[in-house]
């Protein structure tokens, strides 16, 4: 069993939808919590990081972490063509250095239909 | 700042050769590391360093060697190239420090190399 699960998709929305975009998780040591993006034939770019529980919001994008339920979200509000990516779950637990070693969910990949 | 910065961006390699993948960063960074990104299995760690003459593995890194002379190069070597390490390759970059408590240094991926090995 893999430490991160993210279901691959495709998921296919129209413009203006609501996405929500998922990630479980086994290891009760993560305590950071990102959403990567990545555009066709790019690098990863970070979008959006939780630090333990709760909700972050950063205009149209909300991270969500439950702990309690290995449990994480990205919800994407009014989705635009240019949302269109694969967005990556990664995590990492606390260490002295700090932020080696993310585990990186499998990417979902999103198309908004304009 | 350009950033990070990976050469080259497409590479063929017969089985049995080896290369070195570059890979370069102009802010600073302590921490660099190389990933390998292949369909079903995300971004894979195969090594990281947290300064100049510290290296570690990763989660898969066989087949690869590392080393970390300056702070702004991290070259990966392949040494004999085999047909499981086509993928594509990831450095990346951030800031290494004891953290603080909720606090997450960005990491910074390059663009990447695709490699095929025939």
């Known amino acids: 069993q893999k430490e991160v699960e993210q279901d691959p998709g495709p998921l296919s929305v129209p413009e203006g939808a609501i996405v929500s975009l998922n990630c479980t998780y086994s290891?009760?040591?993560?305590?950071?919590f990102m959403w990567y993006r990545q555009y066709s034939r790019k690098g990863p770019e970070l979008l959006m990081y939780?630090?333990?529980?709760g909700n972050k919001e950063d205009g149209r994008f909300t991270a969500q972490v439950d702990k309690s339920s290995k449990y994480i979200s990205l919800f994407i509000r009014d989705s635009q063509p240019s949302d269109s990516a694969t967005y990556l779950c990664?995590?990492?637990?606390?260490?002295?250095?700090?932020?080696?070693?993310?585990?990186f969910g499998t990417g979902t990949r999103l198309t908004i239909i304009p | 700042n350009a950033g990070v910065t990976q050469t080259p961006k497409f590479q063929v390699l017969k089985t049995g050769q080896s290369m070195t993948l570059q890979c370069a960063q102009d802010?600073?960074?302590?921490?660099m590391s190389w990933y390998r990104q292949d369909p079903g299995m995300g971004l894979r760690l195969i090594h990281y360093?947290?300064?100049?003459?510290?290296?570690d593995q990763g989660e898969v890194p066989n087949g690869y060697n590392v080393s970390r002379s300056t702070t702004e190069d991290f070259p990966l070597r392949l040494l004999s190239a085999a047909p499981s390490q086509t993928s594509v390759y990831f450095c990346?970059?951030?800031?290494?420090?004891?953290?603080?408590?909720?606090?997450?240094?960005?990491?910074?991926f390059g663009p990447g190399t695709r490699l095929l090995v025939l």
């Open positions: 802010m600073n960074h302590e921490y």
């Open positions: 360093s947290v300064g100049a003459g510290i290296t």
């Open positions: 990346a970059s951030s800031y290494s420090g004891r953290l603080n408590e909720g606090y997450q240094e960005t990491q910074y």
């Open positions: 939780t630090y333990s529980s």
């Open positions: 990664a995590m990492s637990a606390r260490s002295n250095f700090g932020n080696e070693k993310l585990t």
């Open positions: 290891n009760s040591a993560f305590q950071y």
